[in-house]
């Protein structure tokens, strides 16, 4: 059974990950503090950035801005879209 957190994003308590999503003090607060709902919304946001914008994870520059862009996502901020993304319409399901 998940975990639950108070996720920043929604500002409710929800389902937290079983894991950090990656090594080090940065994953713990995140498992700590982002439900695995937020969380799984992030990496599909992050995939459209790095087709959208082409970016590389070989580009140091690339990778600062996709963290800074998760954080942003992550607390409710204003965050970089990706253009021409339209979000699927749930009465079209």
């Given amino acids: 059974m998940p975990l639950k ?7 409710k ?3 937290g990950m079983l894991t ?5 003090p ?11 709902q937020a969380w799984q919304e992030w990496q599909a ?3 459209r950035l790095i087709n959208e914008k082409a970016l590389s994870m070989i580009n140091p520059e ?16 204003d965050f ?3 253009e021409g993304y339209v979000p699927p319409n749930p009465q079209d399901a």
């Fill in 5 to 11: 957190v108070f996720c920043r994003k929604y500002q």
């Fill in 13 to 15: 308590e929800m389902d």
């Fill in 20 to 24: 950090p999503p990656f090594p080090g």
């Fill in 26 to 36: 940065k994953g713990l607060d995140i498992m700590n503090h982002v439900s695995q």
């Fill in 45 to 47: 946001h992050q995939v």
């Fill in 62 to 77: 690339h990778r600062k801005f996709l963290q800074q862009q998760m954080e942003k996502f992550l607390s409710n901020q």
């Fill in 80 to 82: 970089a879209q990706a």
